[in-house]
């Protein structure tokens, strides 16, 4: 599952550093997130970073990619070369 930026976002831009894989973006008009780099964290976190960091709950898991855990933990290794590894998750950044 990757997650999406509803148009209720503010453009506040404390989402897109957060992000380990460099899936978030300024679009046009709001945020955006890159679904094909999007792992939910997974590999880097235990939560999502931007969801935790977003002041007005406007993050959510996007129904059109639907990943399991399992695709998400492939994602991961695809995206950075590492072996997924559940205890090298962080709790958070802050």
Same mark, same amino acid.
Do not use: W
């Given at each position: 599952?990757?997650?999406?930026?509803?148009? *209720?976002?503010?453009?506040? /831009?404390?989402?897109?550093?957060?992000? @380990?894989?460099?899936?978030?973006? +300024?679009?046009?008009?709001?945020?955006?997130?890159?679904?094909?780099?999007?792992?939910?964290?997974?590999? &880097?976190?235990?939560? *999502?970073?931007?969801?935790?960091?977003? @002041?007005?709950?406007?993050?959510?898991? /996007?129904? *059109? &990619?639907?990943?399991?855990?399992?695709?998400?933990?492939?994602?991961?290794? +695809?995206?950075?070369?590492?072996?997924?590894?559940?205890?090298?998750?962080?709790? +958070?950044?802050?």
């Amino acid at each position: 599952m990757a997650l999406f930026i509803t148009d *209720e976002c503010i453009n506040c /831009d404390v989402c897109e550093p957060e992000c @380990p894989n460099d899936a978030i973006y +300024q679009g046009e008009l709001i945020y955006e997130i890159e679904s094909s780099k999007c792992t939910e964290c997974v590999g &880097h976190f235990k939560k *999502e970073q931007c969801i935790v960091v977003c @002041p007005v709950d406007c993050i959510l898991v /996007d129904p *059109e &990619h639907t990943e399991s855990k399992r695709e998400l933990e492939l994602k991961y290794t +695809q995206l950075t070369g590492a072996e997924y590894a559940e205890e090298n998750e962080k709790e +958070q950044t802050f």
